[in-house]
Nanobody, 125 residues
Framework: QVQLVESGGGLVQAGGSLRLSCAAS????????MGWFRQAPGKEREFVAA????????YYTDSVKGRFTISRDNAKNTVYLQMNSLKPEDTAVYYC??????????????????WGQGTQVTVSS
């Protein structure tokens, strides 16, 4: 099993920045593909970004490209999501997740096995 705990959410004005963190424990972290997802009230959970086990490859949904950056520090068992130029439509609960699959196919919710509790991000206009 693996446990994931997100932190760093909050309230920010449009155009501002936040940095989310996800701390992993329980199993070896370095071999897992890690992803970030988000879910707004009444909406489906959607993919945001993912990073390969060694950090060499990343993938982003079109709406966040150029604004968000995913990274990982395997020595610290931590994944990050740096969010810049935030927009009101970014408002959601953000979840980190782990997949025992290659990044190339781990880009949908159903491919991820373990999930954190979520952290709220609210962007005001």
């Amino acid at each position: 099993q693996v446990q994931l705990v997100e932190s760093g959410g909050g309230l920010v004005q449009a155009g501002g920045s936040l940095r989310l963190s996800c701390a992993a424990s329980g199993r070896t972290f370095s071999t897992w593909t890690m992803g970030w997802f988000r879910q707004a009230p009444g909406k489906e959970r959607e993919f945001v970004a993912a990073i390969s086990w060694n950090g060499a490859n990343t993938y982003y949904t079109d709406s966040v490209k150029g604004r968000f950056t995913i990274s990982r520090d395997n020595a610290k068992n931590t994944v990050y999501l740096q969010m810049n130029s935030l927009k009101p439509e970014d408002t959601a609960v953000y979840y980190c997740a782990a997949a025992d699959l290659p990044l190339a196919i781990a880009t949908t919710t159903r491919h991820y096995d373990y999930w954190g509790q979520g952290t709220q991000v609210t962007v005001s206009s």
